[in-house]
């Protein structure tokens, strides 16, 4: 089994930054690519960003691309979402996911390990 738990998350001022963690433990040779998604008040969970096991293989929702940044480290275990220029809109719960599976996929249910979820807010 494998545990994830993001941190990070905090209220910001429309056009700032905010870098979430999502730390990893447990049965983490399972883990290939690690993923984030979001989901807002009375919205469906959806795609925010996901990066291969060697990081050569990144994709971004349209609605985050330029602004957003996945990263990871794999002797921590972990992995990051560097988010800049924030907007109201980018206010949602956010989660960290990872899949055993080799392809980078955008889908969540497709997604084994899920965190607890992570409040961002982002409002003046």
């Known amino acids: 089994q494998v545990q994830l738990a993001e941190s990070g998350g905090g209220l910001v001022q429309p056009g700032g930054s905010l870098r979430l963690s999502c730390a990893a433990s447990?049965?983490?040779?399972?883990?290939?690519?690690m993923g984030w998604f979001r989901q807002a008040p009375g919205k469906e969970r959806e795609f925010v960003a996901a990066?291969?096991?060697?990081?050569?293989?990144?994709y971004y929702a349209d609605s985050v691309k330029g602004r957003f940044t996945i990263s990871r480290d794999n002797p921590k275990n972990a992995w990051y979402l560097q988010m800049n220029s924030l907007k109201p809109e980018d206010t949602a719960v956010y989660y960290c996911?990872?899949?055993?599976?080799?392809?980078?996929?955008?889908?969540?249910?497709?997604?084994?390990?899920w965190g607890q979820g992570i409040q961002v807010t982002v409002s003046s």
């Open positions: 996911a990872a899949d055993r599976n080799l392809i980078v996929r955008t889908i969540d249910a497709e997604y084994d390990y």
């Open positions: 447990g049965s983490i040779f399972n883990i290939n690519v």
């Open positions: 990066i291969s096991r060697s990081g050569g293989v990144i």
